[in-house]
């Protein structure tokens, strides 16, 4: 993998991310975890237990560069595997992506992996596993630190951290490694009112000719504010794709929500 | 157009492209030493002694089991407590491996599922945080050695290759029942049984000579016999190890790596739905 640092190059309106009729499928078993006994009792029933999943199904999506790119869906939807996708963590089972740059891989959610080491190791460990060298780390771990604004914890084990400073750690990662294409998912879009709107401000910041940038959220009414295209995924199709409020209106009305202020302030 | 950086396509069981495959595993190297290093620090973050541990673990260790044979061989001869630490400490190398090389991938599930990276980094850093508790245990063993008035000699610089065969041993091992354990979980639990066995199949309350020759079969189906009988040559009795000992040890290392690391490579890109 290439260095996650974006390179300067004027790439607006380039392809960054081409997804051409992915599909993902997987067997989950029934059982919570395949153990023993659950097997002998399967080996009475005569088969294992299983459970087909069509996560998505003949995707097309491309994303240029330039783009800010929405996407949205209720829960179980296909979002976040299509971003698992892009970011080659799962195998799709039919079709085609293709990526033009360094893609950010949700590195940040891979923070806290290892909750008893401190948030300091964490960020370090994950950018390394993402393919980062520690000076590039060290570059910008102070950044982090900052942004984060989580002072001396930074060197506490994290399961001593409180699920808010644990996605602010994470929101500080994803927004301070600078990819050509990154990609928010919700699970980075909490914490307290102060640090939304800060990382709101960031997300902003981030809109640039030269990268690409996929938010995967609740959050409507952001969306409609820092998005330039919109997509709907509904039970792993892709629904509509387009202009922002035209595709949100649609999916609210779906809901059968209207614009009840709910979703709209679910940051 | 420009070429893709990275294409994905839909996942054939079969190898991925190895040349490929190596150089980004080599690129993460730093990950494999830090995970370890941190790994380290923070298993005795809590405790008054902290670091001392990886000392205090060995002798405490080698005490114990000298209690045993004492008891029950009714021996206080030195050399066999020169011989069982010297073997202890080896059968931990690999036993450690075992242990932490188990849950490397399922407790690695978060970095798994939002990272892309070579999986088998994590049974790798496993391997190298059990060298690391081994290091340690070697200096120890150094000492009992001096104290016990065993003599060193040149013959003892055998226990080098011997070391080596081992360390790919444990590779194997623990890259093998780290893939075993996404699909089979269980594996886990029979672990600490697993060992246990291990160590009283293996030539280290007693030595490999003294085995009765009726249970002669356990040195060929234990990996661990030939090359703990080598070890112990080398570094106890300061003899060249037999040939032989050295080559079946290294048969059985070279086996487990391949087909182990074969079978992981193969299903490594499946991981992430099986967590």
């Known amino acids: 993998m290439s260095s996650l640092s974006a390179s300067k190059l004027q790439k607006t309106n380039e392809i960054a991310v081409s997804i051409r009729n992915v599909g993902l499928t997987y067997t989950t078993a029934i059982d919570r975890r395949p153990t023993l006994k659950a097997r002998v009792k399967a080996l009475g029933r005569g088969g294992k237990q299983t459970r087909v999943v069509r996560a998505l199904d003949d995707v097309n999506l491309d994303v240029e560069y330039g783009q800010v790119l929405g996407v949205i869906g209720t829960n179980g939807a296909g979002k976040s595997s299509l971003m698992r996708c892009v970011a080659g963590i799962l195998p799709p089972s039919q079709g085609r992506i293709e990526v033009y740059g360094s893609v950010s891989t949700l590195l940040a959610l891979g923070v806290g992996f290892n909750p008893s080491m401190s948030g300091r190791d964490n960020v370090f460990l994950g950018g390394l596993a993402a393919g980062m060298s520690r000076d590039e780390i060290e570059g910008h771990f102070e950044e982090i630190a900052d942004f984060s604004e989580l002072g001396d914890a930074i060197d506490a084990p994290m399961r001593t951290y409180s699920s808010g400073m644990y996605a602010r750690l994470a929101f500080s990662v994803a927004a301070t490694v600078r990819p050509d294409i990154l990609i928010i998912d919700e699970a980075l879009s909490t914490g307290d009112a102060k640090f939304k709107e800060k990382s709101l401000n960031r997300v902003k910041e981030l809109r640039s000719d030269d990268r690409a940038l996929i938010l995967v959220s609740h959050a409507m009414q952001t969306l409609r504010e820092t998005c330039n295209d919109v997509a709907w995924l509904h039970k792993g199709k892709l629904i509509q794709r387009g202009e922002p409020n035209q595709v949100i209106d649609a999916y609210q009305e779906f809901l059968h929500l209207g614009k009840s202020a709910a979703i709209d302030e679910d940051v | 157009m420009s070429t893709p950086l990275q294409v994905y396509e839909p996942f054939r069981a079969g190898l991925p492209k190895l040349g490929k495959y190596w150089k980004s595993l080599w690129s993460r190297r ?99 945080i059990a060298i690391f508790k081994f290091v340690p245990t070697l200096i120890v063993f150094i000492v009992i050695k001096a104290v016990m008035g065993s003599p060193f000699s040149i013959e003892m610089l055998w226990a080098i290759p011997v070391l080596l065969i081992t360390v790919f041993l444990a590779l194997g091992l623990a890259i093998t029942i780290s893939c075993i354990n996404v699909y089979f979980r269980d594996i886990a639990s029979f672990l600490p049984y697993l060992t246990r066995t291990l160590l009283y199949l293996s030539p280290i309350l007693y030595e490999a000579s003294a085995l009765n020759p009726n249970l002669k079969a356990l040195e060929i189906v234990n990996p661990l016999f030939p090359i703990l009988d080598s070890w112990s040559r080398a570094l106890v009795q300061g003899e060249v190890p037999q040939t032989s000992s050295m080559l079946q040890g290294l048969a059985w290392a070279t086996g487990i790596f391949f087909i182990g690391t074969y079978f992981f490579l193969s299903r490594e890109r499946e991981f992430a739905v099986r967590l």
């Open chain 2, 30 to 128: 730093t990950f494999i030493s830090e995970y370890s290093k941190s790994e380290l620090r923070e298993q005795h973050f809590d405790s008054v002694f902290g670091q001392l541990w990886l000392v205090l673990n060995p002798l405490l260790l080698s005490g114990v089991y000298f209690i045993l044979i004492v008891i029950i061989g009714g021996t206080t001869d030195s050399s066999r407590y020169v011989h069982l630490t010297a073997s202890l400490f080896l059968f931990y190398l690999v036993a450690n491996s075992l242990t932490g090389g188990v849950k490397s991938i399922t407790a690695g599930q978060r970095l798994i599922l939002n990272t892309a990276f070579p999986r088998i980094m994590l049974p790798i850093s496993a391997v190298v």
